[in-house]
């Protein structure tokens, strides 16, 4: 059973530093990994999406990793703004397109003017 | 091309009504999954639907929770005899399946803006 974990639960930060959000997960066999942007109240929009044959992904800021062997990817932001702060979710897809997609715990994102 | 469009946005019940919950996929769309989000808490998974089938249903209670996806109309996400523990976020989220054939296929989902239910 796909379990979905992501440290840490809520980061604090000043505005321009460059963080890394973690996000793990236990079964390699995946289809593909999407990171997720959550504003309070909001539904989620879609950050940035890993196949499983790639190993990272870029969106201006943002770029995100994945390491299938060990089970992680990790999410980077550069020149965090005050406007990043979310809650920021990573969702594992299963073996195969007909496998439910599995959503980690989710990191409360603040950066501090 | 709309995005993933759900309705009613606020829904309140009391104890024992009925709630309907329905969503619309984006355009060309073939699949649709439902999550439960409670306050301060992550997505849980429910169900995973293709036009007319039910592909994973193992996140559903087993009792007052259904789901349906017609070939016309949207996806909806029934709960009868509603209770207070079933005060929540429900999001949708669509994908386009193998429409485009396997070799398009990435998995991509994208998510309406939840509806939420208060239950009194």
């Known amino acids: 059973k796909q379990e979905v974990t992501q440290i840490p639960a809520a980061l604090s930060v000043p505005e321009g530093e460059n963080l890394v959000l973690n996000c793990s997960f236990t079964d390699s066999a995946i289809y593909n990994l999407q990171w997720f942007r959550q504003d309070p109240g909001k539904g989620l929009t879609s950050l940035l999406l890993?196949?499983?044959?790639?190993r990272e992904q870029t969106s201006g800021r943002l770029n995100a990793s994945l390491d299938k062997s060990s089970g992680r990817s990790t999410l980077y932001i550069a020149a965090s703004q005050p406007g990043d702060s979310a809650t920021y979710l990573c969702a594992v897809g299963g073996k195969t397109s007909y496998d439910k997609v599995i959503f980690g715990p989710g990191t409360s994102l603040s950066v501090i003017p | 091309n709309a995005g993933v469009m759900q309705n009613p946005r606020h829904l309140v019940r009391r104890r024992g009504q009925e709630a309907r919950l329905r969503c619309s996929p984006m355009?060309?769309?073939?699949?649709v999954y439902w999550y439960r989000q409670l306050p301060e808490e992550g997505l849980k998974f429910m169900v995973y639907?293709?036009?007319?089938?039910?592909?994973?249903e193992s996140g559903m209670p087993k009792e007052r929770f259904s789901a349906e996806f017609p070939k016309e109309g949207p996806s909806i996400l029934r709960i009868q005899q509603v209770v207070r523990g079933d005060s929540a976020a429900y999001f949708c989220?669509?994908?386009?399946?193998?429409?485009?054939?396997?070799?398009?296929?990435?998995?991509?989902?994208?998510f309406g803006e939840g509806s939420r239910l208060t239950v009194l």
């Open positions: 355009k060309g769309h073939s699949h």
């Open positions: 890993i196949q499983s044959s790639q």
């Open positions: 639907l293709q036009k007319e089938n039910i592909i994973d």
């Open positions: 989220a669509s994908s386009p399946g193998l429409a485009g054939g396997p070799f398009q296929y990435t998995g991509e989902l994208f």
